[in-house]
């Protein structure tokens, strides 16, 4: 139990696009889900919460234009990197829970993002 | 500022040697704290939880012992196999953080045959 779905795996695009990453929990509702963002080598640095309905708070020094993230349902939340460039070439991975205070945080596979 | 910090970056070890992996963080105010496997380009799988009224938790080879006081935890793997060489992160919930998260900055573990 308790898995999540993250969506595409490995994206590769021209810089100027727009590229949107789906975080679905499959077999529970999400309240909360988190998005993470991975340089190589480094740890996972936080890039926002969302809470179902609710707009997404940002962790200081990420971009919310940049990084659109919607969760518009329980079982699904979306960011769509807008506009990406090079420096934007990152894993980002996505983390879901239940209830607000909510333990413990459960881990799609991550999507492997390449800007040209 | 809450931080926390894994000790080594880096360990390689022979099959069957038992090891440990240290975490520190920098407030005993915590929640929790969670030890996760990463694979090269994966993500994470959680081992173990332990709530910070606990002291330790074991499943299977791995046992995860927490020292609030010295913002300490350390995660012992017994008999280690090839198929545990994996990045291993320690996460810590700081209370008032809600479930928020702050991840070490991971240990690369090799086990060679």
């Known amino acids: 139990g308790a898995v999540v779905s993250q969506h595409p795996s490995w994206v590769i695009c021209k810089s100027g696009t727009s590229v949107k990453i789906e975080c679905r929990s499959l077999?529970?509702?999400?309240?909360?889900m988190f998005w993470y963002r991975q340089f190589p080598k480094q740890s996972l640095m936080l890039m926002a919460t969302s809470n179902e309905g609710s707009k997404a708070t940002y962790e200081q020094g990420v971009e919310k234009d940049k990084f659109l993230i919607n969760h518009a349902s329980l079982t699904l939340s979306t960011l769509t990197v807008t506009s990406a460039h090079p420096e934007d070439s990152s894993f980002y991975i996505c983390?879901?829970?239940?209830?607000?205070?909510?333990?413990?945080?459960?881990f799609g596979d991550g999507t492997r993002l390449s800007i040209l | 500022k809450q931080e926390v910090t894994q000790i080594p970056a880096a360990l390689s070890v022979p099959e069957g040697e038992n090891l440990v992996l240290n975490c520190s963080f920098t407030d005993s105010a915590i929640y929790n704290l969670q030890w996760f496997r990463q694979d090269p380009g994966k993500g994470l799988t959680s081992l173990l939880l332990i709530q910070s009224s606990q002291r330790e938790q074991t499943s299977g080879r791995l046992n995860a012992s927490l020292d609030k006081s010295s913002g300490r935890s350390t995660l012992y793997i017994a008999a280690s196999q090839p198929g545990d060489s994996a990045t291993y992160l320690c996460a810590v919930t700081f209370t008032g953080t809600a479930s928020k998260l702050t991840f070490g900055t991971g240990t690369r573990l090799q086990v060679t045959l």
């Open positions: 077999d529970f509702q999400a309240t909360t």
């Open positions: 983390s879901a829970s239940g209830t607000v205070i909510v333990q413990p945080q459960h």
